[in-house]
């Protein structure tokens, strides 16, 4: 290859690089577009995270922790719809939505599950029911087989946690060097093509939709900690855990799910020692986003079921 033709193949790329780099967004700006109050950004074990709290403080709690690069705006219109019932939690992962990064730079689940612990004794909340979506859903149950004392029951909405291709068990993932290009370039068309198949019926993903998932994963040190997040990664044997699960499960799966295939439901059912399933035809990955008059109707059942009672406040000690 000729010297003149190895610059002019030097320039074409970083024209390229320089076209699709994607900086950060100032945080000023996403917090004026996307927070509801100041006081829904907590410091808590050392974390500034963004939490949302609404309905009657002494209404049985419902927690909801979203899937791998949304944010706790994924439940917006659930709830609006269980909040005269229930005290609904919703937060934002560290490194995600208006959350800040963990300053500690450890985005373990371990880590994760002491902090929904810590943010249940910040709100004075004893016991939760967890309502938890993909990775949410690993995080939701692997909370309640280690703190069985703190849930009342579970919401498993295609729920990640059993091993897959390039997902082995007591092992991180290699994280492509694509993924990692991910820090400098987040192009709005490409974040798009990725969100399009969580959907069963793609043309329902909105404008609107996009441009916050596309604004929320370019707040200041997000890309950074979803790349760390999934490095650091490890899957252990679900079925152990699962099996000591005392609670009622409800798994609520899309049949049209491309991220987390519907026959998995069949694994968590063979551990689940109280489980039931509910599948949603012609929805994906996300069915709280894609109809959630429809996929919130068996959730509403299913509470009602528990018999749930006013929360009564935590206190330090509770297992």
Known sequence: MSLKLTIGLLVLLLVAVGALWTPDKS????EAR????????REVDGVRLHLRVSGPPDAPALFLLHGFGASLHTWDAWARALEDRYRVIRMDLPG???SHP??????????????????????????????GN??????????????????SGLVLISPDGFASEGFEYGKAPEVSAMTELMRYTLPRFLLEMSLRPAYGNPEILTDAVVSRYHDLMLAPGSRDALIKRMAQTVLVDP???LSRIPVPVL???????????????ADYQANLPDSRLVTLPGLGHVPQEEDPVRSLAPVSAFLESLNLTSSPSSSPGIS
Do not use: K
Not at 34 to 41: A, F, H, I, R, V
Not at 134 to 150: E, M, V
């Open 102 to 131: 963990d300053p500690s730079g450890d985005y373990s689940d371990e880590r994760t599950l002491a902090l929904m612990a810590a943010i249940m004794e910040d709100l004075a909340v004893a016991r939760v029911v967890l309502i």
């Open 34 to 41: 996307y927070l509801q109050g100041g006081e829904d950004l």
């Open 96 to 98: 995600a939505g208006l």
């Open 27 to 30: 945080r000023s700006v996403l």
């Open 251 to 265: 798994l609520l799966w899309g049949e049209e799910d491309g991220a987390i295939p519907i026959e998995n439901a």
């Open 134 to 151: 993909s990775i949410g859903g690993r995080l939701a149950w692997r909370f309640a087989a280690a703190y069985p004392g703190r849930v």
């Open 239 to 241: 079925r152990p855990l």
